[in-house]
Nanobody
Framework: QVQLRESGGGSVQPGGSLRISCTVFAKLDDFDSMAWYRQAPGREPEVWERDLVAETISGRRTSYAGFAEGRFDFSADTSKNILYLQMNNLRPDDSATYYC?????????????WGQGTQVTVSA
């Protein structure tokens, strides 16, 4: 089992910035997929209720959801095994619990790991 731990969430005013982090207790190079998801308040606490924010697969260029394009930046520090999500020009509808996710194939099975989430609240 691989553990992921998000941090850096909090409250910010509209237009502000926040950087959240995800420490992966394994080598990032062992995973072919890394991503950030979010779940808005009021939605069912199920994995399929989470919306993709950004992902990178097999080291290719990161892809972003439309709402994140131009405002969010996903990066990874493979020397520290940490994922980052820099969020700029935040809006109230960005308020959500943000989850990091890594995945890999192992013996024909797709293994997917999630963090516990970090809360981001955007309000005046």
């Amino acid at each position: 089992q691989v553990q992921l731990r998000e941090s850096g969430g909090g409250s910010v005013q509209p237009g502000g910035s926040l950087r959240i982090s995800c420490t992966v207790f394994a080598k990032l190079d062992d995973f072919d997929s890394m991503a950030w998801y979010r779940q808005a308040p009021g939605r069912e606490p199920e994995v399929w209720e989470r919306d993709l924010v950004a992902e990178t697969i097999s080291g290719r260029r990161t892809s972003y959801a439309g709402f994140a394009e131009g405002r969010f930046d996903f990066s990874a520090d493979t020397s520290k095994n940490i994922l980052y999500l820099q969020m700029n020009n935040l809006r109230p509808d960005d308020s959500a619990t943000y989850y990091c996710n890594v995945a890999r194939w192992s013996q024909g099975r797709r293994l997917v790991y999630w963090g516990q989430g970090t809360q981001v609240t955007v309000s005046a």
